[in-house]
């Protein structure tokens, strides 16, 4: 994986849309505004292949990305955004329940939080969905640029402590504006594709 072909494959709404094929998905999640299209156009070096909006809310679908024919990049829909309203948070469940329920075409999670607050209620609710397929996770401590240096190591553990994940989970502080820790989050990617497909065989 080099990350030099990016295809958009498909934007899902439902059940019927998602895909289930043997390719290894790189799932990412986080709630709306988080910056989870910012963390992948990082990572792939584009400008804007994942949209990136300055208003909560405007991913409600699941994105695919096909990476180098070697890995889905997942863009799960943002949640939590108070506006929105209940028949789309309903609709939102029914999704990532469907999602969930076929989880063994996660290779990686990865799981996008605000790195200057405890994560809220709903990260709560998607780290127990994440536990529960038991696939390798990630915690990306997003917008870490506009945390002080002192409080760092502090919203980190806090950050663990309160989704009820072990000291010892794979926690990266990330920067989607300056890229800080980019490479290590790629990398993070590159061992799962590489245990996925050395199960798979
Ligand atoms: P939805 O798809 O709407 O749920 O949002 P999203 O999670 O995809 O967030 P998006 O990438 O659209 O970013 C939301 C806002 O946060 C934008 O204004 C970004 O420029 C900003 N942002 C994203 N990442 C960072 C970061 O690491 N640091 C700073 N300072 N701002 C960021
Ligand atoms: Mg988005």
Redesign the pocket.
Known sequence: MNLHNVEFIKSAADARGLLGDDVPQIVFS??????????I?KLLNRKNI??????????VHINYFLIDDAAYFV?L??YG?AKVAKSEQARWSALMEIYFSAADHIALGIM?VDARHAPTRDDITMAKWFKATCCPLVIVA?????VKNSEKDQNLALILKTLDLPPETNIIA?????GTNKELLLQSIYDAVERWVELDV
């Open positions: 986080g709630k709306s505004n988080v910056g989870k299209s910012s963390v156009n994942a949209r990136v909006s300055s208003k909560p809310g405007k991913t863009d829909p943002g955004y996008i997003n917008k870490i640029d506009k990330f920067s989607a504006e300056k």
